[in-house]
């Protein structure tokens, strides 16, 4: 009797060991089909303006009712020139869409941060202030932004301070004297601005931007 009870309990710890890796797998599937479920879709470019070199593209992106924009040109200009024209931030009011003003908070060559005040018609003017994350290589810049949020740089009365911006300026060297030039950015303007009449002017935003930066050129090219 003593050893059938020693076999059955054997026999079942054995059963048990054996239902290890196969409890364990489907915790790890479960595991990854909650990781996928999380991961948010990725919505396709749709063009929605195609002038004077200039192409702009627009999605949607989850999670938030504004759309995500995205201007791309080439300019007849080296690199080293549209780095120049970006970099002087003052002077972004002069071809920044809506931009009335834009100043320096910390001047630096890497992680530089801004900030900048926009308007719109029949409203309040929101203001952001912008982190910049540039990389540099021989062919290619890319400065990575988003809005932050800095205690010594409080919103103005009567500004709604943007809850949300990010986006990258892309700068690539596609022969001696041209750059292929890319805008992205997407942004929350804040307040209780309808979403309908905000992505109304998502277009205008990035064409009005690159054409205005492509007159700043012979300036810059001295």
């Given at each position: 009797?003593k050893?059938?009870?020693?076999?059955?309990?054997?026999?079942?710890?054995?059963?048990?060991?054996?239902?290890?890796?196969?409890?364990?797998?489907?915790?790890?599937?479960?595991?990854?089909?909650?990781?996928?479920?999380?991961?948010?879709?990725?919505?396709?470019?749709v063009?929605?303006?195609?002038?004077?070199?200039?192409?702009?593209?627009?999605?949607?992106?989850?999670?938030?009712?504004?759309?995500e924009f995205?201007?791309?040109t080439?300019?007849d200009?080296?690199?080293?020139?549209?780095d120049?024209?970006?970099?002087d931030?003052?002077?972004?009011?002069?071809?920044m869409?809506?931009t009335?003003?834009?100043?320096v908070?910390?001047?630096d060559?890497v992680?530089?941060?801004?900030?900048n005040v926009?308007?719109?018609?029949?409203?309040?003017n929101?203001?952001?202030?912008?982190q910049?994350?540039?990389?540099?290589?021989?062919t290619?810049?890319v400065?990575?932004?988003?809005?932050?949020?800095?205690d010594?740089?409080?919103?103005r009365?009567?500004?709604v301070?943007?809850?949300?911006?990010?986006?990258v300026?892309?700068?690539e060297?596609?022969?001696?004297?041209?750059t292929?030039?890319?805008?992205?950015?997407?942004?929350?303007?804040?307040?209780?601005?309808?979403?309908?009449?905000?992505?109304?002017?998502?277009v205008?935003?990035?064409?009005?931007?690159?054409?205005n930066?492509?007159?700043q050129?012979?300036?810059?090219?001295?």
């Open positions: 009797m050893y059938q009870l020693k076999l059955t309990a054997f026999i079942t710890a054995c059963a048990l060991v054996a239902l290890i890796p196969f409890y364990a797998a489907a915790k790890d599937d479960k595991a990854k089909d909650a990781q996928k479920s999380e991961v948010k879709k990725e919505h396709p470019w063009m929605k303006k195609n002038k004077d070199g200039i192409q702009v593209f627009v999605r949607d992106v989850d999670g938030i009712d504004f759309k995205l201007g791309v080439v300019m200009a080296p690199m080293a020139v549209i120049r024209i970006i970099s931030v003052p002077n972004q009011v002069n071809w869409c809506d009335i003003e834009s100043k908070i910390k001047n060559p992680n530089p941060i801004q900030y926009v308007t719109a018609p029949l409203v309040s929101r203001d952001v202030v912008i910049t994350r540039i990389v540099r290589t021989p290619k810049i400065r990575t932004f988003q809005g932050i949020t800095l010594s740089v409080p919103p009365k009567g500004t301070r943007m809850p949300k911006m990010v986006g300026w892309m700068f060297a596609v022969g001696k004297n041209q292929k030039v890319t805008y992205q950015n997407l942004a929350d303007p804040g307040g209780s601005l309808p979403s309908g009449l905000v992505n109304m002017t998502v205008k935003m990035p064409f009005v931007t690159l054409q930066m492509k007159a050129i012979p300036k810059f090219s001295k």
